[in-house]
């Protein structure tokens, strides 16, 4: 059996990704459970056949394009570990962005109500209702796969959501129930691209497919925002990098306010924030 060392080497010459020496590493954590620092400071110690087998495997699925984090079935998302399954989009860093926004505009309000439309892994329900411990937090998703993830996700990391199933904001229209702050990170990538895209070769189509011009359920959600949101209260939406400009029209025609944009680490657009 080959050492850490020499797994690793085996691993990193079969990748083709931007990372393949990072990617080699993650695995191998994931099947030994230990961290990285461990893995350098264990590089001659040798595998066990289970080991070897298992870590194999991963490469292997690797080697065919799926994402790490459906490998190892798990992601981090600004200071909290999610479980991920293909039900999901797998949590990015960018929507850690529209987070800290939403964490920020609240902070005067600790006992305010938020939801987060179109939850998959539950990321940012959990991750505010773990800052905000006095608010509550409501998660709404269409799809019961990916709210059994999410609900799994609030247990583990203890934190206080409610979840329910629908479509957009329409399950608190039906209860009556307005927020402070609205969350989403809806599909927004355009269909005719998302064909083209790798990334929905693995990560659910229903959570990338944002229409014709990648805006459709953006526009859905808008028309329902008088309806759920107390006056005053913040939405803040995660975009595409070229979608500023159309979202802040649309934002502007449909309910007569305006939006500002806040761009990425990259300076690409990425949310849309407005007080309605």
Do not use: W
């Not at 992601?75 to 800290?100: H, M, N, Q, S, W």
């Not at 969350?183 to 014709?212: C, F, K, W």
């Not at 759920?228 to 939406?237: D, K, M, N």
Request: aromatic share 6%; net charge negative.
């Amino acid at each position: 059996m080959p050492t850490i060392r020499q797994a690793l080497s085996g691993a990193t010459s079969q990748f083709t990704s931007d990372t393949p020496s990072l990617d080699a590493q993650v695995l191998l954590e994931s099947v030994l459970d230990v961290d990285r620092a461990y893995l350098f400071a264990h590089d001659d110690e040798i595998l066990t056949d289970e080991q070897y087998k298992q870590f194999s495997e991963m490469v292997k699925r690797r080697t065919n394009g799926e994402p790490i984090p459906y490998i190892t079935g798990k992601k981090g998302f600004y200071d909290l570990e999610f479980a991920v399954t293909p039900a999901v989009l797998i949590p990015r860093p960018e929507t850690e962005l529209l987070l800290e926004d939403a964490l920020r505009l609240m902070q005067g309000k600790p006992d305010c109500v938020a939801v987060d439309i179109g939850t998959g892994s539950g990321a940012l329900a959990v991750t505010f209702a773990k800052h905000m411990p006095n608010s509550h937090v409501y998660a709404i998703d269409v799809s019961e796969s990916a709210l059994q993830v999410a609900t799994a996700n609030a247990y583990t990391n203890m934190a206080d959501v409610q979840f329910m199933l629908g479509n957009l904001a329409q399950p608190l229209i039906d209860q009556q129930i307005k927020v402070d702050c609205l969350m989403a990170n809806l599909p927004y990538i355009r269909h005719d691209e998302m064909l083209t895209l790798a990334v929905s070769q693995h990560e659910p189509t229903l959570a990338l497919d944002g229409g014709e011009d990648g805006l459709d359920l953006i526009r859905d959600l808008l028309k329902q925002v008088p309806e759920v949101c107390h006056s005053g209260a913040y939405v803040l939406l995660e975009i595409g990098a070229d979608q500023g400009d159309a979202l802040k029209q649309l934002v502007y025609d449909m309910l007569g306010v305006l939006c500002e944009i806040i761009q990425d680490y990259a300076g690409l657009d990425r949310i849309g924030r407005f007080q309605i």
